[in-house]
């Protein structure tokens, strides 16, 4: 047993020994993350159908990447619900982000958590509905501020594409999914959306309302 540590106050990462401060909002928000990483994996979130065993020798592995996928999706969220465009782990806001990912989570269907591109790609879309979602909330205190949020072009393709299959396999839960990919993919080229840089908001709005209908 080393040498005892007095822990840093909550919104300082670093003791004074230079050792990390276990009890930092950072650090909650990583736990939060990883808390709902274990949920997921494990079948205790409703509706989540990609889970891993925990006999499986990788299982602490895939909690880690879909903890900081989670993660990096609140920040997603943060970020566009601030006006300075950035995120921060120990603000309060992130807080509520991390809620807005986890309300969320049903409309996005699980990925391959074994595809570190399929993974990446469902935690865009995510953190761009869970920007929606808390942008939406700030606008019933303050109008402009959500506007001035909204105007910006939030997703790249490969979040946009998530988003749009989302939404179709809500409108069609019955429907395998090859199939359900296979219609957003055309709604996607009907509407000639791009397939690269960023997706105009307006546009995939548009293209969402069609796959809803």
């Not at 992130?94 to 469902?122: E, F, M, N, Q």
Request: aromatic share 4%; glycine share 8%; with cysteine.
């Amino acid at each position: 047993m080393g040498a005892k540590v007095t822990e840093a106050r909550p919104w300082e990462n670093q003791n004074t020994d230079g050792s990390l401060n276990v009890g930092s909002y950072e650090v909650a928000a990583a736990v939060s993350a990883t808390d709902l990483s274990w949920d997921l994996l494990t079948g205790s979130q409703p509706g989540w159908a990609a889970t891993i065993e925990l006999a499986d020798p990788n299982f602490w592995i895939h909690v880690n990447d879909l903890a900081a996928v989670l993660l990096d999706a609140a920040d997603r969220a943060q970020a566009a619900a601030r006006t300075d465009g950035r995120s921060n782990r120990g603000d309060t806001s992130h807080a509520r982000a991390r809620g807005a990912v986890r309300t969320v989570l049903a409309a996005h269907p699980a990925p391959d958590v074994t595809d570190s591109d399929a993974l990446k790609a469902w935690g865009d879309a995510l953190g761009d509905t869970a920007a929606r979602l808390l942008v939406t909330a700030t606008g019933l205190i303050d109008g402009d501020h959500a506007a001035r949020c909204t105007r910006r072009e939030w997703p790249n393709v490969a979040a946009a594409k998530q988003q749009l299959l989302a939404a179709v396999v809500a409108a069609h839960p019955d429907i395998d999914l090859p199939t359900n990919t296979a219609a957003a993919a055309e709604l996607w080229a009907d509407a000639g959306l791009p397939e690269d840089g960023p997706v105009d908001r307006s546009a995939l709005d548009a293209v969402l309302g069609l796959a809803a209908a």
